[in-house]
Every structure is written in structure tokens, then in C-alpha cells.
């Protein structure tokens, strides 16, 4: 069987992950008086006072009612993509470099690495506990990772697997600058486990001079912006790089050229999958894009249909939200839809007993 696994925030939380709602919260109460001298930190708290009449100075933060981060990206995408303004913030100022969309779009990806790259601190315990259990009942080997998380938690997890004796090696299904060089990421070889990260990951580092990605194995390497740029440079022509991040907005951009090849891959292993199991991902209306892919796969294959299971519960998740969630799963890939009432915490505990459910 060809099982496919499909991580959303959900799995990501279960390590201590901040999830979308708590992003600024978690930024701005980690912030000293001296972080505030920052220029970032002066234009976000310019932006959240003009834009909404929050003032993460002198506002209690834990009192605050932000915005959703995908509301505020929303606004800054929309107004990127109409090229038009806002009072405070220009589309365009050739005079001066601040109060810029632009520069405010980088800002506030930086805030949300540093937000999430806190967190990959942890032991990544049920990321650990999921491959440990597919490797030990010999499934890992037919198993495909696709993430719409930027975390590295399953990324280190499985490079973690890396070993003399046992040599199974991380595969991104990108090529990086780093396979050129000795001592650095080496390409991957069989036996691999495949991970492909449709929205990017903190730990790559795109040029836009030579169009090449370098990875920054075991770190979190978009906080090089923030702590020193001259470590963010490209390894193959020693230009400065640029994040992959693509927002959890409507307004996605997905013409990165490895974007497009990991989505290309993604379509690819879904075709040969036998079951997609989702954990930790609510099927967002704002990810049109992979319920398009999902649909171009399900109604264009030459093999049995695809068959879906579902785990996204967690402790003292209402009723209602479930049986929005379900219908919503179900309203677009069918009634057959294996809804659990399971978290991913669960799954991950034992997935053969889960998986063995599956009449296939």
C-alpha cells in the first residue's frame, strides 16, 4: 500500500507550534524594550497602530484582539497585487525606504519565522513517535510526507533517521547548491523518504540572481535575515537570497520555480497513493490550490480511487467545529472520507492500528 501523509498546522501545534491566531502574540511578548529600536519592530508597531489602534508598546498583549495573520498578509497581498496604497503605507516610496508594502511584507514574514523557529527547539516527540512506529512496522519505505507547514520539525525528524548502519536519507524532491559542495547536504540516495513542502520551509534560501536554493540543514536559516545577513547569502554566487514563504492567504504565488516542482512531485506521488491521510489540516477554503491539485488527481486516476482519512481532533474541540470540518471534507472529495474523531497525537501513536482500518 502507498500511503501519503499530509501535515497541516494541526501536527505542528502538537509541538508547540504557534498556530496562525497566535503568531503576533507570541512575537510581540517576546520582544524587550531594546528589540523595539529594531527598525522592523518600529515600522510593525507604526503598521498595527495606524492600520488597527494597537499599540504593542504600551497595550497589555495578552489582552489584545489581533487580527488573523492571514488577514493582515491578505491586505498587504491584495494591495501588492492592485499596486495601490494604504494612508500610512505606500505602494512605492522612491524616497525613503520605510512605511513601504514591500518592506512591510518582509517584516512581517520575519515575525512569523521567529515565531515558529522558537518552537522548533523542542524534541519534535510525536513527529519522533510517527516515523519511529512506520519504521518499525516496515511502512515508512511506502510513505510520502507532504507539509504545508514552514516548521523543520518532520524535516529534522527524518534526517535524524540518517545513520551508518541504517542510511535512510531526507529527499525535499529539489535540487540545492549544497550537493556541490564537500561536507555539506548530500544529494539523497535509495532508501530515502520523500518530503515535499508546498508552501516552502525555514530552512531554504532562494536566489533570485542564479535561481538556485540552498538549505540550511537543522536550523531554521531565515533567522540569518534577522541576525546576520551576511550568513543569508547564496552559495553558489554569493548574492543575497530571499525566503520561500507562501502565505496562508487567498492570493497565494506559486510560480517559484522549486514550488512548482514540488507540486509537480506532489501530483506525481498522489497519483501512485492508495490512501492521503491528513493530519492536523482543517482543508481551508484559503488553499484553493491544493484542493485543486487534489481534484485533478482524484478524477484523472487509472488506479483505484484515492481513498482519504481525516485527523484533526484535539481536546476540547467543540461539536460544531468538527461537523463544519467534516462537511467540508466531505462536500469536496466525497462521502467516503474517513473523518476520525483522532488527533494527530493519536495517529502518530499507532498508525498501523489506523492505517490496517483501510479496506483497500
Known sequence: ?????????????????????????????????????????????????????????????????????????????????????????????????????????????????????????????????????????????????????????????????????NPIMLDYGVNFTNFDFIHSWKRPQNPSVKLYKIHGSLNWLYCPVCNSLTITPYEGGIMRFLDNINEAKCLACNEITVPIIIPPTYFKNITNLFVSTVVNEVEKTLRKSDLLIFCGYSFSDADIHIKYMIKRVQTSRTKAPLKFMVFNSYEGKRKYSKKKEEDRYKRFLGEEVIFTDNSFEDFAKDPLHFINTINI
Open 1 to 165: 500500500m502507498k500511503i501519503a501523509i499530509f501535515l497541516g498546522a494541526g501536527a505542528s501545534a502538537a509541538e508547540h507550534c504557534p498556530i496562525q491566531s497566535q503568531l503576533f502574540v507570541e512575537y510581540f511578548k517576546s520582544l524587550t524594550k531594546k528589540d523595539y529600536k529594531s527598525e522592523m519592530n518600529i515600522e510593525l508597531h507604526k503598521f498595527f497602530k495606524d492600520m488597527f489602534n494597537i499599540d504593542t508598546i504600551n497595550d497589555d498583549i495578552d489582552k489584545i484582539l489581533f487580527p488573523t495573520f492571514e488577514e493582515v498578509l491578505g491586505l498587504i497581498d491584495l494591495a501588492e497585487q492592485r499596486r495601490e496604497s494604504f494612508k500610512s503605507f505606500g505602494f512605492e516610496n522612491l524616497h525613503k525606504k520605510s512605511n513601504s508594502i514591500h518592506l512591510l511584507r518582509q517584516h512581517l514574514m520575519l515575525l512569523m519565522a521567529k515565531s515558529i523557529n522558537n518552537s522548533d527547539k523542542t524534541n519534535n516527540y510525536f513527529h519522533k513517535l510517527l516515523i519511529d512506529n512506520l519504521l518499525k512496522e516496515d511502512i515508512l519505505k511506502d510513505t510520502t510526507f507532504i507539509s504545508a507547514n514552514y516548521d523543520i520539525h518532520i524535516d529534522n525528524t527524518i534526517a535524524g533517521l540518517y545513520k551508518k548502519d
